[in-house]
């Protein structure tokens, strides 16, 4: 520690040799930086805090379908379209700024230093609020160009304002009518499909078994009826054939066994309708029928009856009637029959792609469901987009407000003069007791035994101290004489930022 102070000591010694001349360099440096300093010229920032509602009409109608952006992305996109060359050259007419301007590379210059020092900030806590910026060497020029900015924005913003509605009503339009073309399509697919698949459909199960059983059971009313028909045709071809003859005499002593081989007949019908000719009841009631009719026969032939003359009866032709009407209504319930079979083997025949069917009514139906739904949404996102425009041509709230008009500071933003005044002294300083320093090693000297011993490499035998005869008070005024310069440079320091109205007081 002792030789690191011994070092410093030795530094310092050397310096305060040459301290005219430290103070001297810094006296220079201090005067050339400070003039540099006075010579830069002076900028001030003109600002302004405006409210821009750039998505006021298109973000309503847009969402959901359009990705929002971020603040950046936002301010981005509206400082190119805002600070376009048309609005560039506006803005320099507006405030002056192409008087001096006299060739083309000077108006390019111009237009390119215009956009480079024109900045507009977004604020992230409100997407709405932005801060417009602009530095120049002259307060008014600031001040009037960033008035002239804010003009611009007003007259282009809530110019496009209509145009920016009627572009989006046009899009919703365009989607409107696609989409209803969509529909229509999707609308008329399902009901086609509906009416071929009509009774099968998922949902009507039940009327399609319910159709499936009603068409069986009448298949089996009309089997039933046609065997009822076609046992009584079959009975009326054997009466009329001579198997079975009813014909009896005029006389009235046959006419109670007449009747009965009637009322047995018609039994006999009713027990066909429902057995075979096997059963038993069925055979005992033709042996019946069968008994009397000989009885009948023999009674005929006793009485001298002719049966050639029954032939012509009434009771002949009536059963040929009946025997017509019998082949008629056959021949009318077996096309019946074919019919009923061929329905229900139709309607069997549907089971097996049910699966299939239910599956493209669920198809058909979710396309139709997306279709209507997107083209209810558009629907409402039209009329929302109507009464929107409605409410902003009627209400007070605009798509653009100055929230904080122009405003420039009475003093300049840049450059930092008072800072860069600070620096030049520090500079100078350092730089002076460098110059010192550097003078004190080129031309140095012993100030110890130590030194003298490291300098020699032998060894100190002893030292004769230096009795100074210079008097306290001349090393006083040495002091004096020092502190004056460096005290007035301090002064200089604080005169120069006092007279560029640097300090704050």
Partial sequence: MNELFSIVFHYLHGISRFKWTVLIVAWLFALIG?????????KYEATARVHIDSNR???????GITIQTNVDRRVSLLSRTLMSRPNLEKLARMADLDLTVETDAQKEAMLSGLAKNIKLLGDRRNGSLYTVKYVH?????AKKTVQALISIFIEQILGDKRQDSSEAGEFLDQQI???EKRLIETENKLSAFKQ??????????SSYFGRLESTVSAL??????LREVTNRRNSLKNQLSGDDPVFLPSGGSAAPDNARVASLRQRLDSLLVRYTDKHPEVVQIRATIKRLQEEGLATQAGSGFDVGGAIGSLSYQNMRTMLAEADGRVAELSIRVREYRNRVKNIKSKVSSL??????????TRDYSIVKEQYNALLKRRESAHLSGEMESNADDVKFKVIDPPFVPSKPTEPNKLLLNSAVLIVAAGLAIGVGLLIALVQPVITSR????????????GAVSLIEEVSVKRKAINIILVTIPIVALLAAFAGVNFIEGLLPF
């Fill in 450 to 461: 130590h030194r003298l011993s490291r300098v020699s490499g032998l060894p100190i035998l």
């Fill in 137 to 141: 060497a002259e307060k008014e020029t």
């Fill in 57 to 63: 009409v298109l973000r309503p109608l847009m969402r």
């Fill in 34 to 42: 400070w003039l540099m300093v006075y010579q830069m010229p002076n």
């Fill in 196 to 205: 071929k698949n009509m009774g099968v459909l998922p949902g009507e199960n």
């Fill in 220 to 225: 089996k009313v009309a089997e039933l009826e």
């Fill in 177 to 179: 009518n696609e989409y």
């Fill in 355 to 364: 699966p299939v069917i239910e599956a493209q009514l669920k198809k058909f």
